[in-house]
């Protein structure tokens, strides 16, 4: 997702720099949208981390160590999304940084639909917000509405910043979320191919509009999914079937598609993790998730051998983005 941030019109020189010597980690969940049916309104935070260290510092330089996923093709200078996401955090706070040094190990794969951006966005935000001085702090849901902003929806950010389930929607210009407790036995596992596509180019696939009996049929399935989810497992896969997005993406993630068609043959909940390319299924127990995980190695080596796979059994993140304050 391609994140816009405002310049404000004030002069952030007028401002008050944070001190320096401000130490801050962040540990943040990456995150499943979607989960078929819940389109921009579900998501999930999964049990795969990137963690982010802040430190401020007293000159005007900028030091940024990159480790891991995008660690050869990520620029590491003022164009990078945490140091804008983080500036305009301070800004929006009343304050300014005058030099930072960045530490970002990315686990998260990027391009991939599990919310890289979003995890980067909301690892910045809260960053910032550790950084002020505590007068200045704000809570969660300054968090969830300005991360919201930057990101165009809420569906990844909330389940980054609160872990679980989280059910968000809009009010006006006020991004909103509430959470939800996901059974035990729910087991995500994720194929992530070794192709990327766009946020923006998956949506612009979509058509403008839908007809009734199709939102009808969606809201149907979005409402037992949540069910099956917090309580009733059993009703996974009717629970994840979507008609709003997923078919009309089919053709910009053809070896996704196929595998999500196969495995729902076979039984299992399998969805477009996101955006997608990432197949996301949610397995109702120890004993389905490996026999996902099997099923998945067995049908890509047969039908799709060009396509490097990652296949792994991850576990709801139940604890959202984690801040330490190292130094005060």
């Not at 930057?150 to 929607?169: K, T």
């Not at 477009?272 to 099923?295: M, Q, R």
């Amino acid at each position: 997702m391609e994140t816009t941030l405002k310049v404000p019109a004030d002069s952030a020189a007028a401002w008050p720099a944070v001190l320096a010597g401000q130490l801050v980690t962040v540990r943040v969940p990456a995150t499943s949208a979607n989960l078929g049916p819940g389109y921009d309104s579900l998501g999930l935070a999964l049990s795969l981390h990137d963690t982010l260290t802040v430190e401020t510092l007293a000159g005007g330089e900028l030091e940024f160590e990159l480790s891991g996923e995008g660690a050869e093709s990520l620029p590491r200078d003022a164009s990078h999304l945490v140091v804008k996401a983080i500036t305009e955090a301070l800004h929006r706070l009343g304050f300014r940084h005058e030099g930072l040094r960045i530490t970002a190990d990315n686990v998260n794969p990027h391009g991939r639909g599990l919310g890289s951006s979003a995890s980067a966005v909301v690892a910045a935000v809260t960053a910032a917000n550790a950084l002020v001085p505590d007068a200045a702090r704000r809570g969660t849901d300054w968090i969830l509405q300005l991360t919201s902003e930057m990101e165009g929806h809420p569906d990844n950010v909330a389940p980054a910043i609160f872990g679980g389930l989280a059910l968000s929607w809009q009010d006006s210009d006020q991004y909103r979320s509430t959470c939800a407790t996901v059974v035990g036995s729910v087991i995500p596992v994720v194929a992530v191919p070794d192709f990327e596509l766009s946020t923006e180019a998956a949506r612009a696939l979509l058509p403008a509009s839908v007809g009734h009996h199709a939102a009808a049929m969606n809201s149907g399935r979005a409402a037992l999914l949540i069910h099956a989810l917090t309580s009733r497992p059993e009703f996974l896969l009717p629970g994840t079937e979507d008609y709003l997005h997923q078919s009309y993406r089919a053709d910009a993630m053809r070896p996704s598609a196929q595998l999500i068609a196969a495995l729902r043959a076979a039984g299992h909940a399998a969805v477009v993790s996101g955006a997608g390319p990432t197949v996301l299924v949610l397995a109702a127990g120890e004993a389905e998730a490996a026999a996902v995980v099997d099923f998945i190695g067995s049908h890509t080596a047969r039908n799709t051998p060009e396509v490097g796979w990652r296949v792994m059994k991850l576990a709801v993140d139940v604890e959202g983005a984690k801040v330490e304050v190292h130094r005060r």
